[in-house]
């Protein structure tokens, strides 16, 4: 079955950072591109950053944009977001998602949390 298995979430204060990664089982990976989206308790999900099937290309959303890196080990099946500069308005559920464009299927992990808090 398919499975999406964030992990790497925690407690961390501001100006800190913190590596979340993505392990990806049931489906071909390599043939997916990969996006991270949070959700704060009260607003809506955002998209945080993508990135490409073959990683050649990224986008970010513009809160954060230099702050965020998003990446990709193909051999691993996994996506790992950096993030540096941790800020209070950081703090949600930071999900991973898997998109077939051509095939229109798309996948969800669980979740992970992050709390940014002094």
């Known amino acids: 079955q398919v499975q999406l298995v964030e992990s790497g979430g925690g407690l961390v204060q501001p100006g800190g950072s913190l590596r979340l990664s993505c392990l990806a089982s049931?489906?071909?990976?390599?043939?997916?591109?990969m996006s991270w989206y949070r959700q704060a308790p009260g607003k809506e999900r955002e998209l945080v950053a993508t990135?490409?099937?073959?990683?050649?290309?990224?986008n970010y959303a513009d809160s954060m944009k230099g702050r965020f890196t998003i990446s990709r080990d193909n051999l691993k099946n996994t996506v790992y977001l950096q993030m540096n500069s941790l800020k209070p308005e950081d703090t949600a559920v930071y999900y991973c998602?898997?998109?077939?464009?051509?095939?229109?299927?798309?996948?969800w992990g669980q979740g992970t949390q992050v709390t940014v808090s002094s």
């Open positions: 049931g489906f071909t990976f390599s043939g997916y591109r």
């Open positions: 990135i490409s099937s073959t990683g050649d290309f990224t």
């Open positions: 998602k898997a998109v077939w464009v051509v095939g229109g299927r798309d996948y």
